[in-house]
């Protein structure tokens, strides 16, 4: 399963990080550290899942969340907006919107958050 996470909080992504590998030992791991570099990468690939961070210094996750609404058909099958703060009304107006499905996650995220988003999504992981 190839995996990225999007966080430009080095501490953040060694910590979820740590939760999706314990989550998912086999999942291929790619990070980045900031928006444009993983909007970059999504025109020449796609994940089968992302985690992405709401807030990225003066970017924000909505950005690749309308990245992906683009090219649905090329959409991961699990997509989680993290947060440090609570969501706000117009976040879960706007992933309501989207046609592809996301969920919201508070930080950090611990391994039961990350096998409960892939259940959520209808990903089976396989031990």
Known sequence: MRVWLIDD?????YLLQRAVLEACPQAQITTFSTLSSAIDRW???SPDCVFVDLNL???TGLD???AIDDAPERAPAVNVVISGVAAPEQLAERLRRARVPWQVRAKPLRAHDVIDAFTRAGY???Q
Do not use: F
Not at 9 to 13: F, I, K, N, R, T
């Open 124 to 126: 089976r992981l396989v």
């Open 64 to 66: 690749l969340v309308d």
């Open 43 to 45: 025109a020449e690939s």
């Open 57 to 59: 210094g003066a970017d």
């Open 9 to 13: 909080s080095q501490a953040d992504l």
